[in-house]
């Protein structure tokens, strides 16, 4: 999978299927470039940010960058 400025985002490894309509929700991917997603976690893209799939997954959209949420601390 590849965003549409050429960045290797990952492989994808699943589909997420919304079992009540049958409609493909999203693709999954793990291991993540970690210049795009903090330590190379595994992300779930949305469908609509896809542009086009082929043998190569291309999106019309991405995050310049995902972080992780920080939580605060629990006193």
Known sequence: MY???????GNVNNLVVNV?????????VQETNPLLVESSRAVSVPYRWIQSVGDIVVL??????????????IK
């Open 20 to 28: 009540e309509n049958g409609e493909v929700d999203g693709l999954f």
């Open 3 to 9: 965003t549409n400025q050429g960045v290797f985002l």
């Open 60 to 73: 019309r959209y991405f995050p310049k960058r995902v972080s992780l949420k920080k939580t605060p601390a």
